[in-house]
């Protein structure tokens, strides 16, 4: 028994024995093999390659990555003899092992080769780019290209006169091309209805009017010797055309590019007011309902009846397609017309100050117009030939070109508590046509002076109880009632912004609060169309 116990024993020591002998030779094999990189404390010391991410390998130099991905690409390229499209986006993984195997470089192409394989486009074309100002649409090819740009033209001409020529731009790169729009019947000659014979004896006269005929004098031309039609067009936009070559999924049919270039978009655009605008007249000018220009320009417009102040810049939205098109239409008419209106300006009147001095007429004639356009809006025109049959009469203006104050809110914060115009009447004692506009306010808060002007009334006013009056440069007035206290006097001029009162409620008031009125030409008006 006890020699079964030893030996079971020296069974035990040889099987460890053996199995620490094998690991140790296990263990200098893999050294000298070379596949486990020695470990040593150097930071990453195998790096995990991914393309497409998927990876593909692990090395021991993270620089050679880039190498082995260029070579792959040119292996996979080669194999082909049309041109390949394909994506192969590179990351890299380090860390620090111990023991690790990493893999040759011919395993990663072969890895690197399958992934860029499945992303190759066979369909990759030679395309050509439209680029109109910041828009850019890619088309199949340069007939493409000019038929796109052919489309534009041919919206606004049917005679076909007009045409595209696509041609390299010789101030820039090799590869931009750049439309222009040919009139085909330049450099044409008309040909002459019949053949003049040279005379016998007058060979100087002749000579002599063959070559006063080429001057045109537009004055003896009749109606019926000037040719119609469209005299030039052009595009507004820069047109640039770049080739190059894409896949087909980045292609833009020709159908679909034309509805996209040609097609109105909403384009934003301002409008600078200018004297003697109106919102009518503006409204009409960018054929904008009013109502829409107010919602645009809330900051500026309160209602249709705002006053509008010259310089400032309204927002409008104008439709434009992608690419627009200019032109000079030459039209016969026979019409009614009206004179420009002749403007007299008087440097004591304010801009706000016109007066007629002749009503306008209309009058007829007969005239051959060059008409401006872009896309289908009329820009301006000209007079080419004109018969006036009947004479119109020019309406003349006098107006102002001195800047009018301007108005601001009489005091800080508050609250409108009524508004001018009908109300149902305060405490059954305030009028039911309120002249003004209140403010609820904290008893005693400050009231300014909203403009410049020369206090005409201070003191107790009846149902105003203590109120201001002061009337300024441009005729207006702007009273303010129901103070509590007066700090101004009849006869003393205040400059915009000047305390004036303290707010109260005396008089017919239900409240501390501020009645601030304007009035033109002694007729009560809205004060907040002028603030």
């Given at each position: 028994?006890?020699?079964?116990?030893?030996?079971?024993?020296?069974?035990?020591?040889?099987?460890?024995?053996?199995?620490?002998?094998?690991?140790?030779?296990?263990?200098?094999?893999?050294?000298?093999?070379?596949?486990?990189?020695?470990?040593?404390?150097?930071?990453?010391?195998?790096?995990?390659?991914?393309?497409?991410?998927?990876?593909?390998?692990?090395?021991?130099?993270?620089?050679?990555?880039?190498?082995?991905?260029?070579?792959?690409?040119?292996?996979?390229?080669?194999?082909?003899?049309?041109?390949?499209?394909?994506?192969?986006?590179?990351?890299?993984?380090?860390?620090?092992?111990?023991?690790?195997?990493?893999?040759?470089?011919?395993?990663?192409?072969?890895?690197?080769?399958?992934?860029?394989?499945?992303?190759?486009?066979?369909?990759?074309?030679?395309?050509?780019?439209?680029?109109?100002?910041?828009?850019?649409?890619?088309?199949?090819?340069?007939?493409?290209?000019?038929?796109?740009?052919?489309?534009?033209?041919?919206?606004?001409?049917?005679?076909?006169?007009?045409?595209?020529?696509?041609?390299?731009?010789?101030?820039?790169?090799?590869?931009?091309?750049?439309?222009?729009?040919?009139?085909?019947?330049?450099?044409?000659?008309?040909?002459?209805?019949?053949?003049?014979?040279?005379?016998?004896?007058?060979?100087?006269?002749?000579?002599?009017?063959?070559?006063?005929?080429?001057?045109?004098?537009?004055?003896?031309?009749?109606?019926?010797?000037?040719?119609?039609?469209?005299?030039?067009?052009?595009?507004?936009?820069?047109?640039?055309?770049?080739?190059?070559?894409?896949?087909?999924?980045?292609?833009?049919?020709?159908?679909?590019?034309?509805?996209?270039?040609?097609?109105?978009?909403?384009?934003?655009?301002?409008?600078?007011?200018?004297?003697?605008?109106?919102?009518?007249?503006?409204?009409?000018?960018?054929?904008?309902?009013?109502?829409?220009?107010?919602?645009?320009?809330?900051?500026?417009?309160?209602?249709?009846?705002?006053?509008?102040?010259?310089?400032?810049?309204?927002?409008?939205?104008?439709?434009?397609?992608?690419?627009?098109?200019?032109?000079?239409?030459?039209?016969?008419?026979?019409?009614?017309?009206?004179?420009?209106?002749?403007?007299?300006?008087?440097?004591?009147?304010?801009?706000?100050?016109?007066?007629?001095?002749?009503?306008?007429?209309?009058?007829?004639?007969?005239?051959?117009?060059?008409?401006?356009?872009?896309?289908?809006?009329?820009?301006?025109?000209?007079?080419?030939?004109?018969?006036?049959?009947?004479?119109?009469?020019?309406?003349?203006?006098?107006?102002?070109?001195?800047?009018?104050?301007?108005?601001?809110?009489?005091?800080?914060?508050?609250?409108?508590?009524?508004?001018?115009?009908?109300?149902?009447?305060?405490?059954?004692?305030?009028?039911?046509?309120?002249?003004?506009?209140?403010?609820?306010?904290?008893?005693?808060?400050?009231?300014?002076?909203?403009?410049?002007g020369v206090v005409s009334f201070s003191g107790w006013g009846g149902s105003y109880g203590y109120v201001v009056y002061i009337d300024h440069p441009d005729g207006r007035q702007t009273r303010?009632?129901?103070?509590?206290?007066?700090?101004?006097?009849?006869?003393?001029?205040?400059?915009?912004?000047?305390?004036?009162?303290?707010?109260?409620?005396?008089?017919a008031s239900t409240g501390p609060h501020v009645h601030f009125e304007m009035r033109i030409n002694?007729?009560?008006?809205?004060?907040?169309?002028?603030?």
């Amino acid at each position: 028994m006890i020699r079964q116990r030893k030996i079971r024993r020296t069974h035990k020591r040889i099987e460890l024995g053996f199995v620490l002998s094998s690991l140790l030779a296990l263990f200098v094999f893999l050294i000298f093999w070379g596949g486990i990189p020695k470990f040593e404390h150097t930071g990453d010391n195998t790096f995990h390659i991914y393309v497409n991410g998927s990876e593909v390998g692990t090395i021991d130099d993270d620089s050679r990555a880039e190498h082995l991905l260029i070579e792959s690409r040119r292996r996979v390229a080669s194999a082909s003899k049309s041109l390949m499209f394909m994506t192969g986006d590179i990351s890299i993984r380090g860390e620090e092992q111990l023991f690790g195997k990493v893999d040759s470089d011919e395993y990663v192409m072969e890895k690197m080769q399958e992934v860029l394989k499945k992303t190759v486009d066979e369909n990759i074309q030679r395309t050509c780019t439209v680029k109109i100002q910041e828009y850019m649409v890619t088309l199949r090819n340069l007939d493409d290209a000019r038929k796109l740009l052919q489309a534009a033209l041919d919206l606004y001409d049917d005679s076909g006169r007009f045409v595209v020529e696509l041609s390299n731009s010789g101030d820039r790169d090799f590869n931009v091309i750049t439309p222009k729009v040919i009139n085909t019947e330049d450099g044409k000659e008309e040909e002459p209805e019949e053949q003049l014979e040279l005379p016998v004896g007058g060979v100087s006269a002749y000579i002599s009017d063959w070559g006063l005929s080429e001057v045109v004098d537009e004055d003896s031309m009749s109606f019926v010797d000037y040719k119609l039609g469209v005299l030039a067009m052009n595009f507004i936009e820069e047109v640039e055309i770049s080739q190059g070559y894409l896949p087909n999924s980045q292609v833009t049919d020709l159908e679909t590019a034309i509805e996209n270039v040609t097609k109105e978009q909403e384009t934003p655009g301002e409008y600078e007011i200018k004297s003697g605008d109106t919102l009518s007249a503006i409204s009409l000018a960018v054929n904008i309902p009013m109502e829409t220009l107010v919602a645009l320009n809330p900051e500026k417009l309160e209602t249709v009846n705002s006053t509008l102040h010259i310089g400032d810049i309204l927002t409008i939205t104008v439709p434009e397609p992608e690419l627009s098109v200019e032109r000079i239409e030459r039209i016969y008419v026979e019409e009614v017309y009206d004179e420009e209106v002749i403007y007299i300006d008087n440097d004591e009147w304010y801009t706000t100050q016109t007066q007629v001095l002749q009503q306008p007429s209309s009058g007829y004639r007969k005239a051959i117009l060059d008409v401006h356009y872009t896309n289908d809006k009329e820009i301006g025109k000209e007079v080419v030939k004109e018969q006036i049959l009947l004479e119109a009469v020019p309406k003349i203006v006098e107006r102002g070109t001195k800047i009018p104050p301007t108005y601001v809110k009489p005091i800080y914060g508050g609250r409108i508590s009524s508004y001018f115009g009908y109300r149902s009447s305060p405490g059954g004692i305030g009028s039911t046509n309120h002249r003004g506009v209140d403010w609820a306010v904290p008893y005693g808060s400050s009231v300014y002076a909203s403009s410049g002007g020369v206090v005409s009334f201070s003191g107790w006013g009846g149902s105003y109880g203590y109120v201001v009056y002061i009337d300024h440069p441009d005729g207006r007035q702007t009273r303010y009632a129901h103070n509590s206290r007066l700090v101004v006097s009849v006869g003393q001029y205040v400059n915009q912004g000047d305390l004036i009162a303290y707010s109260g409620s005396t008089g017919a008031s239900t409240g501390p609060h501020v009645h601030f009125e304007m009035r033109i030409n002694g007729v009560a008006v809205n004060p907040l169309d002028y603030l």
